[in-house]
Structure formats: C-alpha cells, structure tokens
C-alpha cells in the first residue's frame, strides 16, 4: 500500500446532525447498501429493493485501522468512490425508528467520520428514491491508490480487526452479491486472488 498517512479523525456527531436535518425527519429514510449492508445491515428496515447509484462505483480500496485491520496492519474495506455506476439495495427504514436505526449504523459505519455520507438517487424497480450513502472523495485520505495483486494477497493473508479479517469481508461481500444476482467482476477477480491464497 502507499505511504500511509496520519489518520485523520472527523468528528461524527455533527455528520449524524447534517444527515438527520437533510432527511428532515417527516417520512421513511432509505440507506443505500454496496457491500457489508448487504449481508449485515444491523438496522431493521420495512422493505428493501434492488438498487443502482450512477456516477459511484465499489472498490476496494479504503484503508481500515479498525473494523478489518490496526494501524499497525490496516485492511481494506469497500467504498463508494466516483466514477461509473453501483448495484446493490435500498432499505427503507420507517420514519418512527428511522433516528435510533441511524445513531446505531453511525456507530458502525463511522467511528472516526471517515466516510462523505451523501444523499443519491438510487434508481430500483419501483422508481427512484432518495437513499443514504456512505461516499469517499478521492481526496481522502483513507483512500488508497491501486492495489497490486502481490499486495492484495498481503492484506488478505495478514489484516484483522474488530469485526474480522479483511478476507473474510471480501467473501462475504462476494457470496452476497451473488445471492442478490448482482456481477461484480472485479469482485469476482479479487475472489478467485482470494481462493489462490
């Protein structure tokens, strides 16, 4: 991976805050998922669709110091970055639970505010909604350059952190999609690197 920046931490309260005004609290809240929203929402929601988001793509190139790594050995986690277009599902959450759902998934998702959490049209079946997404500008410094597949295999074998390794998140992520019918193929790719470890 390249040089490795200071971790840089943002304050998540007044993200949460931003995200609670601009929803407005007055209907349902939907949350975009592309990767381990999938297959572990930890939110309860009242339905949920297939999705896609234009002009943001998965990869697999967020540096993790926490859930899938340490600071001494980061993993990698997905993230929404721009660029090109994303499957996965919109979940909505019924707007009586929708503020305790929302703390609870911020606890999750952004114990140091690292994600650009941001509003985008998710187009599904029954019509385009306004869904949640946990977003990272390519200024970010958690974001890191491309993974050579030497490298890749490194992070694979050797990253773990609070939630698991950096390998189980990616198969994971990869059996998800597939239950959902949804192609990845650089998933698909990273999953064949995985099973040659």
């Known amino acids: 991976m390249d040089d490795m920046p200071m971790l840089v931490l943002r304050d998540p309260g007044p993200l949460l805050e931003a995200v609670l005004r601009d929803w407005g609290g007055r209907s349902d809240l939907w949350v975009f998922g592309y990767a381990s929203l999938i297959w572990r929402p ?13 002009g943001w793509h998965r990869a697999l190139r967020m540096r993790s110091r926490i859930n899938r790594g340490t600071p001494e050995r980061p993993g990698l986690v997905f993230a929404l970055v721009p660029g090109g277009s994303c499957r996965g599902v919109a979940y909505r959450i019924e707007h009586g639970r929708a503020r305790g759902e929302l703390e609870r998934l911020w606890e999750r998702e952004m114990p140091t505010g690292v994600y650009d959490p941001r509003w985008l049209p998710c187009r599904t079946p029954q019509g385009t909604v306004q869904g949640l997404a946990f977003t990272l500008r390519r200024d970010s410094p958690s974001l890191v350059g491309p993974v050579g597949d030497e490298e890749m295999r ?35 790719r990273l999953e064949r690197l995985a099973r040659s470890l």
């Open 42 to 54: 930890s939110f309860v929601a009242a339905e949920q669709r297939p999705a896609s988001v234009h």
């Open 154 to 188: 490194h992070i694979l074998r050797s990253a773990t952190g609070r939630y698991g390794s950096t390998l189980e998140y990616l198969l994971e992520t990869a059996a998800s999609l597939r239950r959902c019918g949804i192609r990845d193929r650089e998933i698909e």
